[in-house]
C-alpha cells in the first residue's frame, strides 16, 4: 500500500467526523434588518441622466459614477455605483456594484460599505442565489447574506436583484473575528483546477486577485498560496494527508464541498468548467485556507448528478478522497445535507422544497412586473418548477450514492 497505516491513523486523530469547526459568531448588526429574507426589500439609486446612460452603454467597463443610494430608507449620499459580472453584464438590466465609500472615505449605510446587485442574467428563476447562500449558511460555514430586492434607478423601475454582501475586511471582523489575513477574489481564468503553474507568484496573480494587503510584494502576498498549491501538486503521497490539514481545516473544506456537490453545481470548486465562484482566505498569522461561497447561480440541474462529479483533475479533491478518513466526512457532509433538505415537521415538503417555493411566492409579483428581464414569465414559471422537482428529488439521489436514510 502507498499509505501506512500511521499516516492514515494521524489523519483520523486530526478529523472529527462529522463535526463543523467554529468559524466565530456574527454578533447583532445594524444592517441584519437590510438582510431580512422574508421580506422583498426596496433599493433606490439618483444618479445624473447622463452619467446612467454612459454607464449602460459602456456596461463592460468598471467606470464608477456619483449617486445617492436609498435601501428601505437608509440613505447615503455621493456613493459610487458601476457595471459588474462576468457572463451576467446586460446593457438593459445591468449588474451593479454599489461602494458607499467611493467618494467619501468612510461613509458605511448601516455598517455596510457596499453592496453587490446580481440581475439573474443566468438564472430565470431569480432564486438560486438566494437559496443556495441559505444551505451553506444551515450548514455551519462562513456565507455572505443575500436577499431580494426592488431596484429603481432615477425613479424607473429597473427590476428585481439579489442584494448581496460584500465579502471585505467587514464581512471578515463579523464572521470570523479578524480581517487580517490575506483575502483573494478568484477570476475565472480558463479551466484551471489548482494545478501547479510553477513557483512564479506572478502566474497565479491573475486569477487571485488579493483584496487585501495589496500593497505587499508578490512574494508576500502569494507566497503562501504558492506554497499550498504547490505541496498539494507536488508532495508524495504517503505525506499528503499532513499537507492537506497543514493548509486547511479538513471538516470544513469537505463539508463546503459537500454543499457544492448537493446543489448540483457546476460552476464551484469541482466545476464543469475547472474552478470558479468562490473568495479563499488565509488566515492572519496562519497558513490553514478558508473557502467562501459565491455567485452559486449555475446550480440545481441535475437531481442524480454524480457527488464526485468534477473531482477528477483537480488535485486537491481528487486526492483528497482517496483517503478514506476525508471520504467519510465529505460522505457524512453529504448526508447532513440531504437531512436538512429533506427534514419536515409533517408529512409534507421537506426544507428545501418550502424554501423554493416560499421565496417564488415572495418575489414573483417583483418578478413578473420586471420588464428588463433576461427571461419570459413562463421561463420563470418552468425554472421555479424544475427546483421544486430537484429539491423533492435530491436528498433520495444523493442517500442512494452514499448511503443513510431511504
Known amino acids: 500500500m502507498w499509505i501506512t497505516r500511521q499516516t492514515l491513523a494521524t489523519l483520523s486523530a486530526m478529523v472529527a467526523l462529522g463535526a463543523v469547526p467554529s468559524l466565530g459568531a456574527t454578533d447583532g448588526r445594524e444592517s441584519d434588518a437590510l438582510f431580512d429574507d422574508r421580506i422583498v426589500h426596496e433599493i433606490r439609486v439618483?444618479?445624473?441622466?447622463?452619467?446612467?446612460?454612459?454607464?449602460?452603454?459602456?456596461?463592460?467597463?468598471?467606470?464608477?459614477?456619483?449617486?445617492?443610494?436609498s435601501w428601505d430608507g437608509h440613505v447615503v449620499r455621493n456613493a459610487g455605483v458601476r457595471s459588474r459580472g462576468f457572463g451576467s453584464r446586460d446593457a438593459r438590466k445591468p449588474g451593479l456594484k454599489l461602494d458607499f465609500n467611493r467618494y467619501v472615505s468612510g461613509q458605511e449605510l448601516a455598517d455596510l460599505k457596499g453592496v453587490v446587485l446580481d440581475n439573474f442574467r443566468q438564472d430565470p428563476a431569480m432564486l438560486k442565489e438566494t437559496v443556495s447562500m441559505r444551505l451553506f449558511a444551515r450548514m455551519g460555514l462562513v456565507t455572505p447574506r443575500a436577499v431580494h430586492a426592488r431596484v429603481f434607478v432615477n425613479d424607473e423601475y429597473l427590476g428585481l436583484f439579489a442584494a448581496i454582501e460584500l465579502v471585505d475586511k467587514s464581512f471578515l471582523r463579523s464572521t470570523l473575528g479578524e480581517d487580517d489575513g490575506y483575502l483573494y477574489d478568484f477570476e475565472w481564468d480558463g479551466e484551471y483546477r489548482l494545478t501547479w503553474l510553477g513557483g512564479d507568484p506572478r502566474a497565479y496573480a491573475s486569477m487571485f486577485k488579493p483584496e487585501t494587503h495589496e500593497t505587499q510584494s508578490p512574494e508576500r502576498v502569494f507566497g503562501t498560496l504558492v506554497e499550498m498549491i504547490t505541496a498539494v501538486n507536488r508532495t508524495s503521497r504517503d505525506a499528503w494527508p499532513q499537507v492537506l490539514t497543514r493548509f486547511f481545516d479538513v471538516n470544513h473544506l469537505m463539508v463546503y464541498v459537500a454543499v457544492e456537490s448537493f446543489l448540483s453545481d457546476h460552476d464551484g470548486l469541482a466545476g464543469d468548467w475547472g474552478i470558479n465562484n468562490f473568495y479563499l482566505y488565509r488566515y492572519a498569522e496562519s497558513e490553514r485556507f478558508l473557502f467562501i461561497p459565491w455567485d452559486k447561480d449555475v446550480n440545481f440541474r441535475e437531481p442524480g448528478r454524480d457527488a464526485e462529479a468534477g473531482f477528477e483533475g483537480n488535485p486537491l479533491l481528487e486526492t483528497a478522497l482517496r483517503y478514506s478518513p476525508v471520504r467519510d466526512v465529505f460522505r457524512a457532509a453529504l448526508r447532513r445535507c440531504a437531512a436538512i433538505a429533506a427534514a419536515t415537521s409533517d408529512a409534507g415538503p421537506g426544507w428545501l422544497e418550502q424554501e423554493v417555493g416560499r421565496q417564488a411566492a415572495m418575489i414573483r409579483s417583483a418578478a413578473r412586473e420586471d420588464r428588463n428581464k433576461a427571461w419570459s414569465d413562463e421561463r420563470f414559471e418552468q425554472e421555479v418548477a424544475w427546483m421544486l422537482a430537484f429539491a423533492r428529488q435530491r436528498s433520495g439521489q444523493v442517500y442512494r450514492q452514499v448511503g443513510g436514510a431511504p
Open 46 to 69: 439618483s444618479m445624473h441622466s447622463g452619467d446612467w446612460a454612459r454607464l449602460r452603454e459602456t456596461y463592460m467597463l468598471d467606470t464608477y459614477y456619483p449617486a445617492d443610494v
